[in-house]
């Protein structure tokens, strides 16, 4: 069943746990999240970039990918599709206009007033179709030598683009960022306290990917309440996928070759739902 964020989001922040976006980059991908999550009965939301969204063929192409997957294997969790760093008001309106239940909408580069102005537009226009909104303040990077200092979020300019937006999740700066680290993860867990406490909706930590076990409960335990991971099953899939093609190199069915990927992304899926579950007895 698609839904938007925000039941999953609020019941994760009360209860101290989190909800993990797995982006989906093809049907198999999305097949594969789909039936593991399934398994384990955990909700799940499928996050999905401007770029996959073009590799796949479009947005409706996408949403009807998904809700056709959840019919034909009968899925019974509740399932949110995702635009992941929509980059603009248009992309946030064609996901929402083709049925994805949540947007982000990604103006962290802009000036603070920038990005109130841009993610107001949004929020007004997704209201009307209960989808929700998630935003970002403060850019997340590449990787930490990218940063150039500016990796945290001002819990003062998370205070007022919260009040000024009326978003429904805010992914903050925090020290995080998107694809493998160069160095150690530099969380700033009493900003991510603070920010919590001062905006009262769930925080998101982009760029789950290469951050420890208990880094990530710890996050948990200080207000992250979704976790965005994509490089780790694409590492994980691209690892089986070159061994099986060394092993197998007169096979050229693409489906074998594809297929060769599905268990290292579901034991990746299964151990990261397993190390949220367990932050609800840190």
């Given at each position: 069943?698609?839904?938007?964020?925000?039941?999953?989001?609020?019941?994760?922040?009360?209860?101290?746990?989190?909800?993990?976006?797995?982006?989906?980059?093809?049907?198999?991908?999305?097949?594969?999240?789909?039936?593991?999550?399934?398994?384990?009965?955990?909700?799940?939301?499928?996050?999905?970039?401007?770029?996959?969204?073009t590799y796949m063929?479009?947005?409706?192409?996408?949403?009807?990918?998904?809700?056709?997957?959840?019919?034909?294997?009968?899925?019974?969790?509740?399932?949110?599709?995702?635009?992941?760093?929509?980059?603009?008001?248009?992309?946030?309106k064609k996901a929402?206009?083709?049925?994805?239940?949540?947007?982000?909408?990604?103006?962290?580069?802009?000036?603070?007033?920038?990005?109130?102005?841009?993610?107001?537009?949004?929020?007004?226009?997704?209201?009307?179709?209960?989808?929700?909104?998630?935003?970002?303040?403060?850019?997340?990077?590449?990787?930490?030598?990218?940063?150039?200092?500016?990796?945290?979020?001002?819990?003062?300019?998370?205070?007022?683009?919260?009040?000024?937006?009326?978003?429904?999740?805010?992914?903050?700066?925090?020290?995080?960022?998107?694809?493998?680290?160069?160095?150690?993860?530099?969380?700033?867990?009493?900003?991510?306290?603070?920010?919590?406490?001062?905006?009262?909706?769930?925080?998101?930590?982009?760029?789950?990917?290469?951050?420890?076990?208990?880094?990530?409960?710890?996050?948990?335990?200080?207000?992250i309440c979704k976790?965005?991971?994509?490089?780790?099953?694409?590492?994980?899939?691209?690892?089986?996928?070159?061994?099986?093609?060394?092993?197998?190199?007169?096979?050229?069915?693409?489906?074998?070759?594809?297929?060769?990927?599905?268990?290292?992304?579901?034991?990746?899926?299964?151990?990261?739902?397993?190390?949220?579950?367990?932050?609800?007895?840190?």
């Amino acid at each position: 069943m698609l839904v938007n964020m925000n039941e999953l989001l609020n019941e994760a922040k009360k209860g101290k746990f989190a909800i993990i976006q797995f982006n989906i980059n093809n049907l198999e991908w999305t097949k594969y999240i789909l039936e593991q999550c399934e398994l384990e009965k955990k909700p799940v939301i499928l996050g999905v970039s401007e770029g996959a969204i073009t590799y796949m063929g479009g947005y409706h192409v996408v949403y009807f990918l998904v809700t056709s997957l959840i019919k034909d294997l009968g899925i019974t969790i509740k399932v949110v599709l995702h635009l992941d760093h929509g980059k603009s008001i248009l992309s946030c309106k064609k996901a929402i206009d083709a049925g994805f239940t949540s947007v982000m909408i990604d103006s962290s580069r802009e000036s603070l007033e920038k990005n109130i102005e841009i993610t107001k537009e949004v929020v007004a226009y997704a209201k009307t179709k209960n989808v929700s909104v998630e935003a970002e303040v403060g850019a997340i990077f590449e990787n930490l030598n990218s940063s150039k200092g500016n990796m945290y979020a001002k819990v003062e300019d998370c205070i007022t683009f919260v009040k000024q937006t009326h978003i429904d999740c805010l992914a903050p700066a925090l020290g995080s960022v998107h694809g493998l680290y160069e160095g150690e993860p530099q969380l700033d867990f009493t900003r991510m306290r603070k920010i919590s406490n001062m905006v009262e909706i769930p925080l998101v930590l982009h760029g789950g990917t290469g951050i420890p076990d208990d880094i990530l409960q710890k996050s948990i335990q200080n207000g992250i309440c979704k976790i965005n991971i994509n490089t780790e099953l694409q590492i994980a899939w691209a690892k089986a996928v070159r061994k099986f093609i060394s092993e197998n190199a007169g096979i050229y069915d693409p489906r074998k070759i594809i297929k060769s990927g599905e268990t290292e992304i579901k034991k990746c899926i299964h151990n990261k739902l397993n190390i949220l579950h367990d932050s609800l007895k840190v």
